[in-house]
């Protein structure tokens, strides 16, 4: 089964950048949809982009011109770089896939995703 690998979470302040990366073994991601999402406590995960080969993207409007999702084919990994960090970007951040094969449109719906990573945490102080 495919195994996805969060890292790069910590504390910054506003203004300050991140860059999460996703480790993923045993597939190729080349053959996957692949996103980032997000969620806090009491609220329901929300998709913060997606990527599928050919570099089609896609980004929760609060994040465009801020995040920016890429993957590497050759070493099979999914990166999410974080500018302008603000706290309402706070979060447990987690790496998705599924084939896309299987998948409606390589959204921000986490329904679509079948293989979840163990999160990674991002705090952003005022």
């Known amino acids: 089964q495919v195994q996805l690998v969060e890292s790069g979470g910590g504390s910054v302040q506003a203004g300050g950048s991140l860059r999460l990366s996703c480790a993923v073994s045993?597939?190729?991601?080349?053959?996957?949809?692949m996103g980032w999402f997000r969620q806090v406590p009491g609220k329901e995960r929300e998709g913060v982009a997606s990527?599928?080969?050919?570099?089609?993207?896609k980004y929760l409007d609060s994040v465009k011109g801020r995040f920016t999702i890429s993957k590497d084919n050759t070493t099979n990994t999914l990166e999410l770089q974080l500018n302008s960090l603000e706290p309402e970007d706070s979060a447990m951040y987690y790496c998705?896939?599924?084939?896309?094969?299987?998948?409606?449109?390589?959204?921000?719906?986490?329904?679509?995703?079948?293989?979840w990573g163990q999160g990674t945490q991002v705090y952003v102080s005022s």
């Open positions: 998705a896939a599924v084939e896309s094969w299987r998948s409606k449109g390589c959204g921000l719906d986490s329904i679509e995703y079948s293989y």
């Open positions: 045993k597939y190729a991601i080349a053959q996957f949809c």
């Open positions: 990527i599928v080969n050919f570099v089609a993207t």
